[in-house]
C-alpha cells in the first residue's frame, strides 16, 4: 500500500486519539511527582509545582525517606530496632513505610519471564502439533481454549484449593504455573493461527534437503514465525505482568507482584496512597515499554502476519 | 536405457478414499515423463508416494532396481520442486541453494562452487545476495529448480511448476525447463494438469484419473492414439469429440448410425472385429478430418453452426445427430456459405471406444 499524503484532518484525529489512549499515562506518571496534598485537589493540579520524588523514594529506598525526615530505620550495632518515628507519605506508617516494592518488582521479573518462557515453549509445541499433525483431531484446540471460557474467579478458587493441597500458595514456582496454566490457551491458539498461515511444503523442502521433521520446525519453521513468536512472548508476557487475582489469592507473604502490592498502598487514615501507586505504576510499565521499543519492528510485522499472504 | 524408477503396483488409500489405484510403470533413464491428470487425479500423491513425502498402503517403488518405499525422505536422491516454490524467504538466494549442500556437510568452498555453477545456470548468477521478496515469480521458480539441482538428484521431480506463472512468464520457463532437460539429461517427472505442457515437454505420458493409470505411452500416442475416451477429451484443443451410435452394414459399407445421423466407417483393421449392432462412440480428433465436397466417397455431412477463424487455421462448429462437434480445418478449406459440410475423418486416426466403458475397442498403432 502507497502511503498516503499526510492531511491536516487525519493529522488532527490522530493528535485527538494520541491525547485520548495517552492521558491516563501522563496522570500517572504526573501524580507520580506529587505531595501528598496534590493528589485529590481541586480543582487539579496538572503538572505539579512541588514536584517530588518521595513516592519513588517511598517505594524504592524508603530508609532514605525516614532518614531525611528524623526517623530511624537502622540497626543499631546491639541488634536493636528504632522504630520509624514520622509518618510517610500521605501519612503511611509501618509495614507500607519501611518494606520497599522491591520484593514485588523482582517478584513479578522472575514469576512474568518464567512463565511467559514456560507458555511460549508449551504453546509452540502444542500450536505445531496441532497446526502440522492435526493432534487431537477437531476438538481438542478448543478444550485447550475451555478454560478461558469461565470468569477467572471460577478457576481461581480449584486453583487455591489444589496449591493449599501440594504446597504452591505463596511460592514462585506455584505462581509460574498458575500463569503458564492461564495463558497456554492464548500463546497457543496464537502461535497456530501464524503456523497455519506457512505452507506445509516449505517444510517439505527442508525434509527433501535431509532435514528431518524435528529439524525441519526448528530451523525453517520457527525462524520464519519469528515475528509471531515475538509478538505472542510480548503479548502473554503483558497478561503476566498484569494480573491481578491469581497473584492476590495465591501469595501472602513470601512472594508478591506489583499489581498486588500497587493494592497494598493503602494508609488507613488517608484512604490510597494515589502518588505512591502512581509512582510503583510507572515504575512497573518501563519494562514493557523498554522491550516494546526494540521489538516494534517485529510487532507489526507478528500482529499483522495473518494478513499478508505472500 | 536402463530403467530408473519403477512403481509396482503403487496403491494409497485415505480410509475408503482410494487415491491412487495400484499404479504401475516405467521410467527410463534420461527420459522425461509427464503425469497428467485433472485435480484430485491422484498425481500428486504419487509424487509424494515417491519422494518419501507420503507412505504407500501397498506396492512399491524401485530407483535404479533398489526398493525405496521405505526409505525416508530426504534419503532417496530424488529432488522435489514444489508447485508454490517454497522458497525459504528467510534467506537470502544463495543461502536456498546452498542448503541441499549444507545440511550434507559440503566444505565451504566445493558448495560455494556448486552455487555458482547452479545459479549461472539457472540464470541468477547475480542475484545471490537477493531475499526471496524481492524477486518475480519466475526468479522463485528458478531458485526452487536451482535449490533442488544443486543436490545432483538421481531423478528430479516437478509438481505443477508452471502453473503459478503468467502466460508470458509460462513460455519462457517453458523453454527453460527444455533446456535443463536437455543440458542435464536428467531423469524428470513432471506432474500437470495442463495437456500443453505434457506434450511439449514430456517423451512419454501418464494419464490419470480418479486414481487409475487410464494410460501411459509415448506423447504421440497417447494423443493419437488414446486408450480411452478420457485420454481423448482431456488431451487435445477442441477435445477429441465422440459421436455415440449403432454399427451397421449397407452392402460392404459400415456405418454408424445415430438415429439416422450416418458416418461411414472406413474399412480399416479396427472396425473389421466390431460386430453389426454393437454400440459405439466414434472418436475423431478435432484437426483430423478434410472438407470435401458434398458426396464424396466416405463422407459424412453435418450442419454448420459457426466458424472461429483463427489465422490459417478456423475452428468449426457442426451439428450432428443430436449433438455438437468441432473441427480444426485450413481457413482456406471453410465453405463460403452456411448449410452443411462434408468431411472425411482421417481413415488410421479415427477410434472406436465401447459406448458404455468408454475403453478403446481395439488398439490402433499405438500398441
Known sequence: ?310 | MAIKLELIKLRKEYGSLIAVDDVSLQVEEGETMALLGPSGCGKSTTLNMIVGLELPTSGDILIDGQSVAKTPVGRRNVGLVFQDYAVFTHMTVRQNIEYGLRVRKVARAEMNKQVDKIASFVGLGDKLRRKPAELSASELQRVAIGRTLVTNPQILLLDEPLSNLEAEMRHQMRRELHRIQLETKQTIIYVTHDQIEALSLAHRIAVMNLGVLQQYDTAYNVYHYPRSTFVGSFLGNPPMNFITGVVKSNGGQRYLDQNGAIIPLPPSKPLTAVPDGKSVKVGIRAETVDVVPAGAQGAFSAELLAVEPQGPEAVITAKFGGGTIKFVVPTSAVPKSTGHVSLVPHANLLALFDAESGVRLMNGAGS
Not at chain 1, 493528535?15 to 496534590?38: C, D, G, H, R
Not at chain 1, 520484593?103 to 508449551?122: C, P
Not at chain 1, 514456582?173 to 491458539?189: C, M
Not at chain 1, 506457512?198 to 524435528?214: F, N, Q, T, V
Open chain 1, 1 to 310: 500500500m502507497p502511503p498516503k499524503k499526510f492531511t491536516w484532518y487525519n493529522g488532527i484525529g490522530l493528535t485527538l486519539a494520541l491525547i485520548f489512549a495517552l492521558f491516563p499515562v501522563f496522570w500517572m506518571v504526573s501524580t507520580s511527582f506529587k505531595p501528598s496534598n496534590e493528589w485529590v485537589k481541586q480543582p487539579p493540579v496538572w503538572i505539579s509545582g512541588n514536584a517530588t520524588v518521595e513516592n519513588y523514594l517511598t517505594i524504592l529506598w524508603p530508609s532514605v525517606l525516614l532518614e531525611k525526615r528524623g526517623g530511624l530505620t537502622q540497626y543499631t550495632e546491639e541488634g536493636e530496632q528504632k522504630v520509624a518515628e514520622t509518618t510517610g507519605v500521605g501519612g503511611a506508617v509501618g509495614d507500607i513505610l519501611i518494606k520497599s516494592a522491591w520484593q514485588a518488582i523482582w517478584g513479578s521479573i522472575i514469576i512474568s519471564v518464567f512463565a511467559t518462557a514456560l507458555s511460549i515453549i508449551v504453546g509452540l509445541m502444542a500450536a505445531l502439533s496441532i497446526s502440522r499433525y492435526r493432534f487431537g483431531g477437531n476438538t481438542t484446540p478448543f478444550f485447550i481454549l475451555s478454560g478461558r471460557m469461565f470468569p477467572p474467579i471460577a478457576i481461581a478458587i480449584p486453583f487455591v484449593v489444589m496449591f493449599s493441597d501440594v504446597g504452591a500458595t505463596d511460592t514462585y514456582w506455584g505462581l509460574i504455573l498458575a500463569y503458564a496454566a492461564v495463558t497456554v490457551p492464548f500463546s497457543t491458539w496464537m502461535l497456530k493461527s501464524f503456523i497455519d498461515d506457512l505452507p506445509k511444503e516449505i517444510e517439505e523442502a527442508a525434509m527433501m534437503d535431509g532435514l528431518s521433521r524435528w529439524m525441519a520446525h526448528v530451523k525453517i519453521t520457527i525462524p520464519l514465525i519469528k515475528g509471531g513468536i515475538i509478538a505472542t512472548t510480548l503479548f502473554i508476557l503483558i497478561l503476566n505482568w498484569s494480573e491481578f487475582l491469581f497473584a492476590l489469592i495465591l501469595t501472602y507473604t513470601k512472594v508478591a507482584t506489583i499489581p498486588v502490592q500497587l493494592a497494598k498502598y493503602f494508609s488507613a487514615t488517608e484512604g490510597a496512597l494515589y502518588g505512591v501507586q502512581a509512582a510503583l505504576a510507572t515504575v512497573s510499565i518501563v519494562p514493557l515499554v523498554i522491550i516494546g521499543f526494540f521489538i516494534q519492528k517485529h510487532l507489526v510485522r507478528g500482529l499483522t502476519l495473518g494478513a499478508i499472504k505472500r
